[in-house]
């Protein structure tokens, strides 16, 4: 087949170190009967092996060039091709215990990961390639440089962990970051939950869009409702120094003195 030609509007950069791959699908370690979904395929760096151990795979592949030659290269009843934007697809439709793996365009890296937080309770675990400051912002801590809106939404549904950094080199053509590798296990139904998503979402967002004031002044409009000291939220405190929990009881607070809806 001739070469394909990385597309910039698609954010394609083809993974073509093999050590790499092995150590992604090693982390993956899938089983035979395991029902997975892989994110832009691109030119088979992850799918070849992926599928020399499962029985069967589905991929979900925006270029259309690419989808052809995936169609071409392997048989249908064993590589399931969903020509689409992930940004597009609903990914509760695949059913339950799904291992979600890819290596995800930068450009809708946090969009996507957003995205997919709507079919969490069917996700088994997700294992991605991302740019290793996004991987950072997602695992960082409270009062931590990185820590933010990413940081709090996705604590509040996944178990997030840094695998391992992968050079610009081990891609063609090389992006200009430094990747790496992450893997997120949804939390159970017993994790801290709010009783609004929506009014959760709304407080973080706007507790972060002004991150270095006084979370007290972002959030004036509603100070008055919020327990502050019963939820353990200092008078200086700004939205990078207050943890998922307390994130959470805020938004119940907000959502039970009637100020957000549920």
């Not at 954010?11 to 170190?17: A, P, Y």
């Not at 370690?29 to 997975?36: E, M, N």
């Not at 934007?85 to 215990?97: K, N, R």
């Amino acid at each position: 087949m001739s070469q394909h030609q990385a597309r910039k509007r698609f954010g394609q950069h083809f993974l073509t170190d093999e050590s790499v791959t092995d150590s992604i699908v090693r982390a993956v370690a899938p089983a035979r009967d395991d029902h997975v979904v892989e994110i832009g395929p691109g030119l088979s760096a992850l799918t070849a092996p992926l599928l020399d151990r499962l029985d069967r795979l589905t991929v979900v592949e925006i270029d259309r060039d690419l989808a052809a030659r995936l169609r071409k290269k392997y048989p249908a009843e064993r590589l399931t091709v969903v020509e689409a934007d992930a940004l597009t697809v609903d990914f509760a439709q695949f059913g339950a215990g799904l291992r979600v793996v890819g290596n995800l365009p930068y450009n809708i890296s946090s969009p996507l990961l957003f995205h997919l937080m709507a079919a969490a309770d069917q996700v088994r675990d997700q294992h991605f390639m991302l740019q290793r400051e996004v991987i950072d912002r997602m695992v960082a801590e409270p009062s931590g440089a990185d820590y933010g809106r990413l940081s709090v939404m996705l604590q509040s549904r996944y178990r997030i962990e840094k695998l391992f950094d992968v050079p610009p080199e081990a891609f063609d053509p090389p992006p200009r970051v430094v990747s790496a590798v992450v893997r997120m296990v949804p939390l159970g139904a017993d994790r801290p939950r709010p009783v609004s998503d929506a009014a959760f979402e709304t407080v973080v967002a706007r507790a972060f869009s002004q991150r270095r004031k006084m979370l007290r002044r972002v959030l004036a409009d509603w100070a008055d409702q919020v327990p502050w000291e019963a939820i353990g939220v200092a008078p200086t405190a700004r939205a990078e120094e207050v943890g998922v929990r307390q994130f959470i009881a805020l938004a119940d607070a907000l959502v039970a003195a009637k100020v957000l809806s549920a």
